[in-house]
C-alpha cells in the first residue's frame, strides 16, 4: 500500500512537474532579480501586530536608503544588516517594548502570494528576513528591491520593474496579463510543496 502510495506522488509529481516547468524556470529567473521582506511578529497580540508594522517602516525606510544607487542591491543589504537590525530596534524601544529583533539575509521558501496590483509565484527567494521576539506571530511581506511594498498605481509598478531589470514578460507575469497565471502559481506551490515533502526541496 506504501509503495503504491509512493508511485502515485510520484506520478502526480511528475505530471505537475510537465505541467509547469516552464512557468517554474520563470519564477526561478524572476527570483533572481527580487529581494523580498518578511517581518514576523512577536505575536498576534493587536499590541504586537501594530508594533510589526512600525518595524516594518523603520526597516524600509534603512533599507532605500542602503539601497539608493546600490550597483549590487543584495551586497548592499548584507553589509547594511547591522544598521537595519539598529533602526528596527529603535523601532522597537520607541514603541516603549522591550525585546529583540534579528535581521538576517538568506534564502526563503515562499507561498504564492497576491498584492493589490501584482502576484508573486511560489518559489526560493533571497528574502531580508526581521524577526521580533520569539516571531510567533503573523507575518508581513512584500518586495524590498525593486521597490514594491506600497506600490499601488499599475504605472509606479511598471516604472519599479523596469528599474529591477524585468523583461516584459516578467512583468506580464506578476500583473497577471494573462489571469491563467493564478492557477497556475497554486499548482506550482502545490509542486514544491510535494517536492518539500518528498525530497526535503527547499
Known amino acids: 500500500m506504501k509503495k503504491r502510495r509512493i508511485i502515485i506522488l510520484f506520478l502526480v509529481l511528475t505530471m505537475l512537474s510537465c505541467g509547469v516547468c516552464g512557468l517554474s524556470a520563470e519564477q526561478q529567473a524572476l527570483a533572481q532579480k527580487l529581494i523580498r521582506l ?3 511578529a ?15 517602516d523603520a526597516v524600509l525606510t ?20 547591522d544598521s537595519l537590525a539598529e533602526a528596527a530596534g529603535q523601532a522597537l524601544a520607541d514603541a516603549g517594548k522591550c525585546g529583540t529583533v534579528q535581521v ?22 533571497e528574502s531580508l528576513r526581521v524577526t521580533i521576539g520569539e516571531g510567533e506571530g503573523r507575518n508581513w511581506w512584500c518586495v524590498v528591491f525593486p521597490s514594491l511594498c506600497f506600490t499601488a498605481a499599475a504605472d ?12 516584459n514578460r516578467e ?31 527547499r
Open 42 to 56: 512577536a505575536s498576534d497580540s493587536a499590541e504586537d501586530q501594530a508594533i510589526k508594522l512600525c518595524v516594518r
Open 156 to 167: 509606479d509598478l511598471e516604472l519599479a520593474a523596469r528599474t529591477g531589470g524585468f523583461s
Open 171 to 201: 512583468l506580464d507575469l506578476i500583473t497577471g496579463s494573462s489571469r491563467g497565471y493564478v492557477l497556475k502559481f497554486r499548482i506550482l506551490e502545490l509542486l514544491q510543496a510535494l517536492k518539500s515533502g518528498l525530497f526535503g526541496y
Open 62 to 81: 534603512r533599507a532605500q536608503e542602503l539601497l539608493a544607487d546600490a550597483d549590487d542591491p543584495q551586497n548592499a543589504l548584507a553589509q547594511g544588516l
Open 38 to 40: 518578511h517581518v514576523v
Open 104 to 125: 538576517r539575509l538568506g534564502k526563503e521558501l515562499f507561498p504564492t502570494r497576491e498584492y493589490a496590483t501584482f502576484a508573486l509565484p511560489a518559489g526560493v527567494y
